[in-house]
């Protein structure tokens, strides 16, 4: 039995400056210009012509495992990109990440980096 998500479509604000997660995979370099987020709290980038397939992958997807990712989108209809050495997101890492609640992480960094050793010796 395999739970499925809700999801809907928000439109991108123009500012807003984020790939297209199935370009991505397929190599391509799109923008992305709506952003597709399901009930499991998941939310990914995606350009008009990927929308459907982004929403598809969306329904199942429980986490933003890379590999797991890639998988859904092929299983979605994705062909990716025949050479398999540049990894989507390549360089940028954290960009995938839409609804990652970058500054929650990143206080939580500081606070583990930040307090070092002080508990009691
Ligand atoms: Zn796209």
Redesign the pocket.
Known sequence: MTIEFATRVDQLPSFFQMP?I??EITG?D?QATGVVSATSGLGLG??T??IEVTARVLRRLHNYELAGLRASFVTAGITPEPQHDRAPGEGGGGRLFLEVPVEAVRALIEEHGGEHTEQDD
């Open positions: 297209c199935a370009c391509d799109g995606s350009c012509d990927h």
